[in-house]
């Protein structure tokens, strides 16, 4: 044992040099699995994304469905079963209000139109990929799929992302024309009722005054200078007959 650690080093300096390029071929450098490693993480959370952005177009698309709903109720009302006659500025509102939303509904369900999503290959290239190569060139080989399905996913969202946008900036004016609708349409329904009243209470109380005739108030007194009434001066004969007496009565020419 001790000759042979005596030996000359270039007795061993060939079988190095062998062990070290071996590992080359077979063993992989460690900058080539942190590229991979990196782009997989990336190529992650574009998918992550993606999928967020699905989530908040489902959510704000059955919010402005259920906007919808209560407008066309809400101006339902305003057109047939109220009272009040509106103005035109409330119907020219409502229209705009009604375009709004519809465009938002657009926005957010056309994000959620069915799109490719590129995703890692898994066939017959893979295998004949992994069979031929080393591990740094299929590091390299994976690192360049998930850069080219970063590209075309991050293409994707950045779509989403544009009509997201034009569904928020078509809700902020909605929720506009929503205030300015609900403020315009109580306003013209209280004046509207208070005028109403003002005419009822014109029209009802003279027509109260005068069929209440003045009447005098009653009491159990006498009254002590009333005028007596004038007295009948009429003739009797002591030969009238009795039985003709209170009923028939004649009057003398003396």
Not at 114 to 119: S, Y
Not at 163 to 176: E, I, P, V
Not at 197 to 226: F, G, W
Not at 228 to 234: I, R
């Amino acid at each position: 044992m001790n000759k042979w650690f005596e030996s000359s080093p270039h007795e061993l300096k060939q079988p190095l040099e062998k062990l070290v390029n071996l590992a080359g071929d077979h063993w992989p450098d460690d900058k080539w699995v942190f590229l991979y490693s990196y782009a997989r993480k990336s190529l992650d959370e574009e998918i992550e994304r993606f999928q967020r952005i699905d989530d908040k177009s489902v959510k704000l698309l059955s919010s402005v469905s259920v906007i919808i709903t209560i407008f066309v109720a809400l101006f339902k009302w305003v057109i047939e079963d109220s009272n009040t006659d509106f103005s035109l500025y409330v119907y020219v509102v409502g229209i705009a209000l009604f375009g709004a939303l519809g465009v938002s509904w657009f926005f957010f369900f056309n994000a959620l139109k069915l799109q490719l999503t590129p995703r890692m290959p898994l066939d017959d290239k893979i295998f004949s990929l992994v069979k031929n190569k080393n591990m740094a060139t299929i590091h390299v080989a994976l690192y360049k799929s998930c850069q080219n399905a970063v590209e075309i996913s991050r293409e994707n969202v950045e779509k989403k992302a544009k009509k997201l946008q034009h569904g928020y900036t078509a809700t902020s004016f909605s929720a506009l024309f929503l205030v300015a609708f609900i403020a315009m349409v109580s306003y013209e329904s209280s004046v509207s009722k208070n005028n109403q009243y003002i005419k009822k209470e014109c029209i009802i109380m003279p027509d109260n005054e005068e069929s209440k005739p003045y009447q005098i108030p009653s009491s159990n007194e006498p009254d002590l200078d009333v005028t007596a009434p004038d007295l009948q001066l009429v003739t009797n004969s002591d030969d009238t007959p009795l039985d003709t007496k209170g009923t028939i009565i004649l009057e003398s020419d003396d």
